[in-house]
């Protein structure tokens, strides 16, 4: 036996040889995929087992696991906070500030979940949202964020019931909380508010995110003037 057809020989033997690894779709891959499919439906078991454990947890000490809920950082365990804001929700009478609060992270996989969540109690605790809606903007104490986020999520639900506090939100004097006014009344087309819009086409006010495809930032004033257009059909 050659050198070279000797080496082969000794791979294959121990199991290091080309053939072991076999081409996709083959039987070591399948028994790969088929392993791994048992694990995460392990992992899934098990998550599924500590969400009832968090559950029960709830209905004996729910301030404590706001708590806990409170000390989870965004950026370093977005789906354990978002399990957590869900478990929350069951109790929203208790939890719905500290949810509110979680819905305006800046982490997208925290934020998305997290808003679908306050349409969820919006619509099933209607009156409670809007109470705490109105009073984050009108106290004033609540950051911009928390108070943009309650508001669109409000107005999704009420459609053109929210339009007087939409309008009423385009006196705010934070940026954030203006152009979320002015967003939703374009989605809802309340022609009605154009009035009350038109004294901001001038508004001078950097907007936080890029209007158009191109990057820069808008002003308010930008903002506003595509919104009185929408609304006038000038």
Known sequence: ???????????????????????????????????????????LGELEAARGQLVASLKHDSAALGQAFDAIRDAETPALKVLVARVLAERPEDHLPRLVHAAASPVPSVAHPLFDLLIELAHARFRAFAELTEA?????????????????????VMEEGAGQLLVDALDHPAT???????????????????????????????LSTPLGDDGELATLGELARDTYAYLTRA
């Open 1 to 43: 036996m050659s050198g070279r057809a000797s080496d082969t020989h000794h791979a294959q033997v121990a199991g290091t040889g080309p053939q072991t690894e076999g081409p996709p779709g083959s039987a070591a891959s399948a028994g790969t995929a088929h392993e791994a499919f048992g694990r995460v439906k392990a992992v």
């Open 176 to 206: 954030e909380i203006v152009a979320t006014a002015l967003e939703a009344l374009a989605d809802l087309d309340l022609e009605e508010a154009a009035p009350a819009v038109e004294p901001l086409r001038n508004d001078p006010r950097k």
């Open 136 to 156: 984050l903007l009108f106290d004033g104490a609540a950051p911009a964020p928390v108070t943009a986020v309650a508001l669109r999520a409000l107005a999704t």
